[in-house]
């Protein structure tokens, strides 16, 4: 792997508000599409919505990057998720709020554009006794169909 995307990967990790300090690469779900950014961020934010999420803003996160040196204006975080959801685990977990609503972190790099994300089950690695495993296992197997929709768009 290369040093350049090894900085975007840490900084990912920044804007993704990682608590934990020993994020492991297995615990991160990513895509590469061949599409145009614009063309990538408007197909992630429809399948968010096909698949029963609500995004909740999108979030730039080039502005600091650019101030900081890095060379990109195509750099967002996208929030979504079911407010019910939000709601249940908040409440039986409230260790992680700061991680929801779900993200998505979306950047091009070298005429690709690239996806990335926490893997969700890995919060059953952090409360494995929670009950919310149906909840985290649903919202992996959403991203993995969002994820391989873009991915299979690339074919096309």
Request: aromatic fraction near 10%; charged fraction near 25%; hydrophobic fraction near 40%.
């Given at each position: 792997?290369?040093?350049?995307i090894?900085?975007?990967?840490?900084?990912?990790l920044?804007?993704?508000?990682?608590?934990?300090?020993?994020?492991?690469?297995?615990?991160l779900?990513m895509?590469?599409?061949?599409?145009?950014?614009?063309e990538?961020?408007?197909?992630?934010q429809?399948?968010?919505?096909?698949?029963?999420?609500k995004?909740?803003?999108?979030q730039?996160?080039?502005?600091?990057?650019?101030?900081?040196?890095?060379?990109?204006?195509k750099?967002?975080v996208?929030?979504?998720?079911?407010?019910?959801?939000?709601k249940?685990?908040?409440?039986?977990?409230?260790?992680l709020?700061?991680?929801?609503?779900?993200?998505?972190s979306?950047?091009?790099?070298?005429?690709?554009?690239?996806?990335?994300?926490?893997?969700?089950?890995?919060?059953?690695?952090?409360?494995?006794?929670?009950?919310?495993?149906p909840?985290?296992?649903?919202?992996?197997?959403?991203?993995?169909?969002i994820?391989?929709?873009?991915?299979?768009?690339?074919?096309?």
């Amino acid at each position: 792997m290369n040093f350049k995307i090894l900085k975007k990967l840490s900084l990912l990790l920044f804007a993704l508000l990682l608590i934990n300090t020993a994020a492991h690469a297995d615990e991160l779900i990513m895509v590469r599409s061949t599409e145009a950014f614009p063309e990538t961020m408007l197909m992630l934010q429809s399948l968010i919505k096909q698949q029963g999420y609500k995004p909740s803003r999108v979030q730039r996160v080039d502005i600091g990057l650019t101030k900081s040196g890095y060379k990109t204006d195509k750099y967002r975080v996208v929030f979504f998720g079911k407010a019910d959801e939000i709601k249940k685990v908040s409440t039986q977990l409230p260790e992680l709020i700061p991680y929801l609503p779900l993200k998505i972190s979306i950047f091009a790099e070298d005429g690709q554009t690239i996806l990335t994300t926490l893997d969700p089950m890995s919060f059953n690695e952090m409360y494995p006794d929670s009950k919310l495993t149906p909840v985290f296992k649903q919202w992996t197997k959403d991203i993995h169909a969002i994820f391989k929709q873009i991915r299979d768009n690339n074919t096309n």
